[in-house]
C-alpha cells in the first residue's frame, strides 16, 4: 500500500467520509466502502450517479483495499460488488477515457488495470463477486479475476467496447478465451453482445444465479462456509488452479504435488485430520 502500515482494526469507511485506523494514516476513500464481518470483508463499488463506472481514483482505492485484505489475517474471504440492483461495474469512466490523448497513455491505463485485477486474481484469499445489474467492459473483467461468480437474475454481462472503437484492455480478451473458449470469447468480444446471467451461467462464466434481493445473502453465506476452510489449502488450491491451468499437464500435476506437500508442513494440516478421526469440526488457524 504504498508504503502505509496495514490496519490492525476493523473499521468501515462510508461514502465520502474519513477514518482513522490504530497504527496507520488517515485514509479517505470517496468511491468504495470496506466492511468486515465474521472473517469476511465486503467491498463495494459505490459510484452510483455514473452506474459504478471504473476511473482512475476508483482503481486506486481498489487496489489500497486489496491490499488491506491481504495484510489482515482477520479476514479469510473478501466479497466484491457494486452498489445498488442497476449495476455491478457498467464498464470504465467513458468522460476519462475520452480524454485520453496517446496510444501509450492509453496502455499505462490498461496496465494498471491488468496489474489490479491480476492482484484481486492471485490474492491468496478467495473472492467471491456479487454481480448484480450490468457487468459491461472493465466491469465485467473485474468479475472475472474472482474465484468464485454469483450473479443476480438481473445480471446482464458483456465486453462492448468493439461499440467505442476500442478493444477490452483490462484481461477482457484474456480471461474471457481461457474461462469460455476462444471461439466464444471472439463472438462476444466482436460483435459486443450483452448476455443474461442465465446464459452466462450456461457459459460457465458464474457458477450460481439468485434472485436480487439474495444475492447478498447468498454471497455473504458462501462466505461463511469458506472462512472456516483451511486458510493455506485454500491459498495452494488457488494457486495450482490459475498457474497450472496455464502450463502442460505434466508440469501442473508437479505443481500441485508439491503444494500437496508444503499443506502437509502445516498445522492445519494436523487439526484437519485429527477433527476428522475424532469426528469434530476443525478449527483451522491458518498455520
Known sequence: MGGRAPFDTEFITRHGSRRRARGCCSV????????????????????????????????????????????????????????????????????????????????????????????????????????NGFALGGGCELAMSGDILIASENAKFGQPEVNLGVIPGYGGTQRLARLVGKATAKYWCLTGEIISAAEAYRLGLVQKVTPPDMLLDESKRLAEVLVKKAPIAMKYIKRTINQGAETDLQSGLQLEAACFGLTFDTRDRIEGMDAFLQKRKPEFQGK
Not at 495484510?71 to 460488488?81: A, K, S, Y
Open 28 to 131: 479517505e476513500w470517496n468511491n468504495i466502502v470496506l466492511e468486515q464481518g465474521n472473517g469476511w470483508a465486503l467491498l463495494t463499488i459505490q459510484r452510483p450517479q455514473v452506474l459504478n463506472a471504473l476511473n482512475r481514483k476508483t482503481l486506486e482505492e481498489l487496489s489500497e483495499a486489496v491490499d488491506w485484505v491481504e495484510q489482515n489475517e482477520d479476514v479469510r474471504c473478501l466479497i466484491i460488488t457494486g452498489a445498488g440492483e442497476k449495476a455491478f461495474v457498467a464498464g470504465a469512466d467513458i468522460n476519462e477515457l475520452r480524454q485520453i490523448e496517446s496510444a501509450a497513455e492509453a496502455q499505462r491505463l490498461a496496465a494498471k488495470g491488468q496489474a489490479l485485477f491480476s492482484k484481486i486474481e492471485e490474492l491468496d484469499k478467495p473472492v467471491i463477486m456479487a454481480v
